[in-house]
């Protein structure tokens, strides 16, 4: 397939042929004017014949896609004719005599095989064949002797033919030496006006101005960027941009579509390596899907953001099967290693405006939750202090258990918070041994019972259960997990302990309503505070969030189970030893 690249290339040397032409045979028109005013017959036949090649010439140098064959076999016709005639009939017509015609014809009869790409060697051939007549024709009329016109035709026959070959090669490497340099500046100048766009244009619009100057860049039907996508539960792709020469509003079908249907593309993509697909080649469904898109052949480069796929780039071919030459795909490369730039900016800045907005909801959050349990304490103290022992001991007593219950509440919500931070800056860690489960969520009840002097009713049943853990870090977890169906349960709380297979579970569960479905997905998020019930307690919504990064941390698991009969919180943690499994208690089952 000829590029548009090298298309241009040889109209350039077309429009070149026909400058030269433009320019050198007026020359020739003064020089017969000059020698038919010295004296010379046919002056006005001597100057119209080279003025009307000088019009023709000026006219394919001025076309929008010249093409000099025409002029050049017509300038062959012109100067062959002329020589003729005054072989035929003795009459001077020319300024040329035989010897200069001849060298002169054999320089245009190669430059009109070289010129005809079409059919060249054919139509090399048939140029010569007739200028080996003329030769012969013009020697007999000129009384040349048989030795002399046969060698001249085979000059003429051979000469134009391999001189034509050689021209012709050379002709072929220059124009696919400019073809290559043009297509390269041209797909230069796509990379930099991509890149341009993906800076400047904030917006979806930016992907579509980078598509369409690497589109523009080449000779294909179809260019796109999509994204990977979930499309009814299987992974897929998503047209996010793309540029076409198609009709405006007739767009491809395939604007999405599931993985599974191209495996060869995938495959290809996933790999890290560029999809080059020709529809021929395929098999089975996979070439149905290609042949019902009218798709000839693709090219596509994966698009990565730290080694996760994230979508594609590529050229789609409806006219032809072509071949994808190694600059477009390297094209393709590079602007597929800027797009994953600039998702990876619109990553950053989302991960930021959602770091501002935690912060915002942190702030509100703590501030409110402190300034409570604050207020009480800092109160509660004064009162003590200007009462001056005047306040008896049952009053004192009570204060002081309010300040207690508070300064634990602000303990705990410090403690969660510097979990949370230590975390996040990769300082916090985590010692694990041997811990008898039953042990640490006694020394938790025991806590809450003296510390809050809960009202609910909180059971606690199972044996002695082993897991590998962090006892600290194990008792933060259960103390979130009991203090949250504290605040937003049922009056009755059940912490049961089970063993199932390699792992231990402490189970926690209320007789309230439980979460809703809509907040399923958002209760281990960190800032979320549960809107079910805005008459109990606040929280700055992160234990939650917290308890669970523990438990990963600790190669467990923090989950919250929903169904028809029930509702829990379940922390699993790895054995030290696989103990026999124990059936979940019946209180727990009766809630």
């Known amino acids: ?16 042929i026909a400058v030269l032409f433009a320019t050198t045979v007026p020359l020739v028109a003064v020089v017969e004017f000059t020698r038919a005013i010295e004296g010379g017959p046919n002056a006005m036949a001597r100057f119209a014949g080279p003025m009307i090649l000088t019009a023709w010439a000026v006219a394919v140098a001025r076309s929008p896609h010249p093409n000099a064959v025409r002029l050049v076999l017509g300038m062959m016709g012109f100067t062959a004719a002329l020589v003729f005639l005054e072989a035929v009939y003795e009459v001077d017509v020319t300024a040329f005599d035989y010897a200069t015609a001849f060298g002169l014809l054999m320089l245009l009869a190669v430059l009109a095989g ?54 012709s090669e050379l002709y072929d490497q220059l124009t696919s030496a400019i073809a290559a340099h043009e297509r390269g500046r041209r797909l230069q100048e796509a990379i930099g006006r991509c890149s341009e766009a993906l800076l400047v244009h904030p917006d979806s619009f930016a992907l579509f101005e980078a598509v369409r100057a690497v589109f523009e860049a080449t000779d294909a039907d179809f260019a796109y960027i999509n994204k990977t996508v979930e499309v ?21 079908d395939w604007a999405t579509g599931v993985y599974s249907s191209i495996p060869t593309t995938y495959d290809a993509l996933v790999s890290g390596a560029e999809a080059v697909v020709y529809t021929s080649e395929l098999a089975g469904t996979e070439q149905e899907f290609y042949v019902d898109q009218g798709i000839l052949s693709e090219v596509a480069v994966p698009i990565f953001i730290a080694h996760e796929f994230r979508g594609s780039i590529g050229f789609v071919q409806y006219s032809d099967d072509r071949e994808w030459t190694e600059a477009e795909i390297q094209t393709l490369w590079r602007a597929a290693d800027m797009v994953g730039a600039y998702w990876r900016r619109q990553d950053d800045a989302d991960a930021l405006k959602t770091s501002n907005e935690s912060k915002d909801k942190l702030l509100a959050s703590v501030s409110h939750e402190i300034r409570t349990p604050l207020t009480a304490i800092v109160g509660m103290s004064e009162e003590i202090v200007s009462a001056q022992g005047s306040l008896g001991p049952e009053t004192l007593d009570e204060l002081a258990g309010i300040i207690a219950v508070q300064s634990r509440e602000l303990a705990e919500l410090v403690e969660d918070l510097l979990i949370a931070s230590r975390a996040d800056f990769g300082n916090l860690s985590i010692k694990r041994e041997t811990i008898n489960l039953s042990e640490q969520v006694e020394r938790v009840l025991t806590g809450i019972r003296e510390g809050k002097g809960s009202t609910k009713n909180i059971a606690f049943s199972g044996g002695d259960v082993y897991a590998f853990a962090d006892p600290l870090r194990v008792r933060q977890i259960i103390r979130n997990l009991i203090t949250n169906a504290i605040k937003y349960g049922g009056d009755s709380v059940v912490v049961a302990l089970r063993t199932e297979g390699s792992t231990a579970s402490v189970v926690v569960a209320d007789n309230g309503a439980g979460v809703t479905p809509r907040e399923e997905s958002l209760i281990f998020e960190r800032y979320y505070r549960s809107a079910q019930s805005p008459t109990k307690p606040g929280s700055v919504g992160i234990g939650l969030a917290v308890s669970r990064q523990l438990a990963e941390m600790m190669d467990g698991t923090l989950e919250y189970v929903s169904d028809a009969t029930q509702h829990h919180f379940q922390l699993t943690l790895p054995l030290e030893s696989v103990e026999a499994a124990t059936a979940l208690p019946q209180e727990l089952a009766s809630i």
């Open 232 to 252: 009814d539960g299987q992974l897929g792709w998503e047209i996010a941009a793309d540029a076409s020469k198609m009709v405006e509003g007739r767009g491809p």
């Open 114 to 167: 070289t010129l005809g790409v079409q059919r060249r060697k054919l139509f090399a051939t048939g140029i010569s064949l007739g200028l080996a007549a003329w030769v012969i024709g013009v020697g007999i009329f000129n009384g040349s002797s048989f030795d002399v016109i046969a060698m001249q035709t085979v000059i003429a026959f051979a000469g134009v033919i391999f001189t034509t070959a050689l021209v």
């Open 1 to 16: 397939m000829r590029t548009s690249a090298s298309s241009a290339a040889q109209e350039r040397f077309h429009r070149y």
